[in-house]
């Protein structure tokens, strides 16, 4: 069943009560055939809220969680690392559907973004249960049980950072994403996990295993050697 939010308290209030929910924002996850989502029965539909548009006020510049990943590619307002990430998904239609707080949210192991947004030691404005709050992103993408909604992310203006990826072709999914931004790295190692710290060890942490990106000690290899 879809159920349309008209607010963002009501499509959270929506999520705890519906077992088995989970927000519709580009849909490009959701629609899709085989997604690890096609077992979700309940869909609560975000996609006409008004959180898409990036800003600059204070020194911050805030990023709406349904920002397609091709205006957060376009925008000048946004380091350019994070734009850069941005451009990791190869396919001009994927980008126009798929939504920032869509990619992040998934937590996927070859996150076109994960990495340069932990790096980038962003903040993830939430519309929780209780209320807004403001979490780091590392905190938000190590509870994997979280229902908030993502309302916006916020990154320093200027921030500076570098962004690599490692895939077979642009379009195949990348076998290890890293990400350096101020001494904060991040690294994603598909199938296998997403880790951050202030080392560009960090990797390190991650229990990388083969599959069908390569074998782990070539992702452990490419891993050592990204920055
Ligand atoms: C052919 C193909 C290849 C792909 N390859 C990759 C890839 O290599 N790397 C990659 O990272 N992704 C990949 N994807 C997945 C996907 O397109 C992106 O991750 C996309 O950014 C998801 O955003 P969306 O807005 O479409 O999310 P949706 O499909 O609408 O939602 C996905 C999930 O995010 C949650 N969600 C959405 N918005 C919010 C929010 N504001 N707050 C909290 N939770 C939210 C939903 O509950 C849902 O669980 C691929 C998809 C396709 C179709």
Redesign the pocket.
Known sequence: MIHIARTAEEAVAL?HSLEG????????????LG?S?SG?REI?D??SLP?SGISNAGGKVRIG??T??QDVKESLLVPAFIREAAS??A?LQ?RN??????????R?S?????AALLAGECSVE??CSEGVKVKSADEFFRKTE??????SFLVDEGREGRVRRI?RTS????AVIGAESMGCHAF?ISGSGTACGHSRDAWKGIDIRDDLTGSAEYKRYLASVLF
Do not use: K, P, Q, W
């Open positions: 999520r929910s989970a927000y519709l924002a580009g849909g490009t996850e959701m629609m899709r997604s989502l979700v609560i975000v996609s959180l969680a349904l397609t990943l990791f998904c396919s994927l559907a798929a939504t920032i707080g869509g990619n992040f949210a998934l996927r070859d996150s076109y973004l994960a939430l519309m979280c229902r908030a909604l993502i309302l895939g379009h195949s999914h990348a994603s």
